[in-house]
């Protein structure tokens, strides 16, 4: 067999075109425009087959990431008053839950119920604090794959995003001059 020349970059993307573009161009040509209509943002669902969502479903869901943010809230300024090495360790975390509060359009001071600051060390109280934050952002990232409005589910993953940020940050254990 004759040893052929590398191919240039220039005839690889030639070649490529020239097959590529018919192919494209009869499935571009199956697509009607009123088959991607609902995709499009706002787009109106009861035109076609998609149901509207249902905005009660989504004020449950609301109310239950309101408690939910409110009772991650509470759990933090608790162990920030309870240990006074944790205030720095906690304070961006406490700040997070406040911003998901005002998000949520809710106060944090009305919302925010006394949290249970245990009895126990600074590193159980630490410990606490991940494990009750880790759970925290998993239920967060479960309300917003049950959000039926594109915006609230939105909201939602953010905020999972946002405590999954302050986890990344937040000390596994605390050290013995903090």
């Known amino acids: 067999m004759p040893h052929l020349p590398p191919a240039s970059r220039r005839a690889v993307v030639g070649v490529g075109a020239v097959t590529l573009a018919p192919v494209l161009a009869g499935g571009l040509a199956a697509c009607d425009a009123s088959d991607v209509g609902d995709l499009l943002p706002g787009a109106d669902p009861s035109d076609g087959g998609v149901e509207a969502p249902d905005p009660s479903a989504d004020e449950a869901l609301l109310d239950r990431a309101v408690a939910e943010v409110a009772e991650a809230h509470a759990a933090v300024a608790a162990a920030r008053a309870r240990h006074p090495r944790l ?92």
């Open 87 to 178: 205030r720095p360790l906690l304070a961006d975390l406490e700040r997070v839950h406040a911003a998901h509060l005002a998000a949520l359009e809710s106060d944090p001071a009305q919302a925010a119920r006394p949290g249970d600051p245990g009895t126990g060390s600074v590193a159980a109280a630490l410990a606490d604090v991940r494990r009750r934050e880790t759970a925290h952002q998993r239920r967060l990232a479960d309300l917003a794959v049950r959000a039926d409005s594109g915006r609230l589910a939105q909201l939602l993953a953010a905020m999972a995003a946002g405590v999954a940020q302050q986890l990344v940050v937040l000390p596994r254990r605390v050290e013995a001059g903090r």
